[in-house]
Structure formats: structure tokens, C-alpha cells
């Protein structure tokens, strides 16, 4: 299968994925964008020591499926997109939106020298095949595409206007 944007939205989604999704939801009306950015690193970059072991679990399960790499840097984008999309309703934590753009500018290439498990050991490169997607954001619900997620900081700051198209 093709994976598009389109296709991708319409495809099922995996029970991890749900379980990502609704853990970003939660906390994102709970901690400040701190804390969050700092989950984030922690659970897509660092890929070590998440608190809630059944979120790195399913982010571990979905990075060893035979789909991830066609559909990790989707299931990223969306949990990138349900942090910014809250963000960016609130003027006082617009702020953010860079900073957690900029997380991805830390990202290992390759984890050297360690015995962490296959599906551990490909977070990393999925997470570089997402920052070097060309089209890493698009809305279902929106006609417009529009790239939101940029590989610097300061590519997030430009497309900050284009964040209210989503």
C-alpha cells in the first residue's frame, strides 16, 4: 500500500497507537509544555527511562512492527500535532512550539554500544526518518496542506502562522 496522507488517515489504527494518543491527550490539559517537552525527549529521543512503562512499551511495540517504517513518522507527526494543536490555542504557551521542535534537532542517530532491544534500537532511525520527511504534516480536515513540523527551531517559528489552517 501507498501511504499517503490520505491513505494514512483512513487506514486502522493500532491499539499502541490509540494508547499514545490518548496519553499525549491526557497530559497535555495536565503538565505545563516543560514538562511535556520533557516526556517527549524522553520517550522519542532518549528512548530510556519513560515514567509509564506501558506507553514506552506500546512506542516500543509499534517501532517493531513490520509497518513502522512506513507508518512511525505518522503516528509521531500525530503526537507532535496533539500537543501543538493545544499549544497553540493558548498565546502564553505558543512559546513551546519551537522548543519542541527543537527536541529533534537532539536526535542520535545511532545508539552505539548498548544492548537495548531491537524495537529501542529503531526509535532512533524512525525518528530521523520523520524529521526527514518532506511532507511530515498535513490536515485530513483541511483541503491545505501545510508543514508544521520543521527540522530547527526556528523553521517551527516561521510556519507558526500556519498551525491555525489545521
Not at 517527549?40 to 529521543?45: E, H
Not at 512511525?72 to 496533539?82: A, E, G, M, T, V
Not at 511532507?135 to 530547527?152: D, E
Amino acid at each position: 500500500m501507498n501511504n499517503t496522507w490520505t491513505n494514512i488517515y483512513n487506514r486502522q489504527i493500532h491499539p499502541e497507537e490509540q494508547i499514545l494518543y490518548n496519553h499525549w491527550l491526557e497530559l497535555v490539559q495536565l503538565e505545563t509544555p516543560a514538562e511535556l517537552i520533557d516526556r517527549f525527549r524522553t520517550l522519542f529521543i532518549d528512548c530510556t527511562g519513560y515514567p509509564d512503562r506501558s506507553i514506552a512499551q506500546a512506542l516500543e511495540k509499534l517501532a517493531a512492527s513490520k509497518q513502522a517504517e512506513q507508518e512511525f513518522k505518522y503516528i509521531l507527526n500525530r503526537c507532535c500535532h496533539i500537543l501543538i494543536n493545544r499549544w497553540q490555542t493558548y498565546p502564553s504557551k505558543q512559546a513551546a512550539i519551537p522548543e519542541l521542535m527543537a527536541v529533534f534537532e537532539d536526535a542520535p542517530f545511532v545508539v552505539f554500544g548498548n544492548s537495548r532491544s531491537r524495537a529501542i534500537g529503531c526509535i532512533p532511525q524512525l525518528v530521523h526518518q520523520f524529521i526527514a520527511s518532506d511532507s511530515i504534516s498535513h490536515s485530513n480536515a483541511s483541503p491545505k496542506s501545510s508543514p508544521t513540523i520543521g527540522k530547527t527551531a526556528a523553521t517551527a517559528k516561521a510556519l507558526l502562522p500556519t498551525l491555525s489552517e489545521l
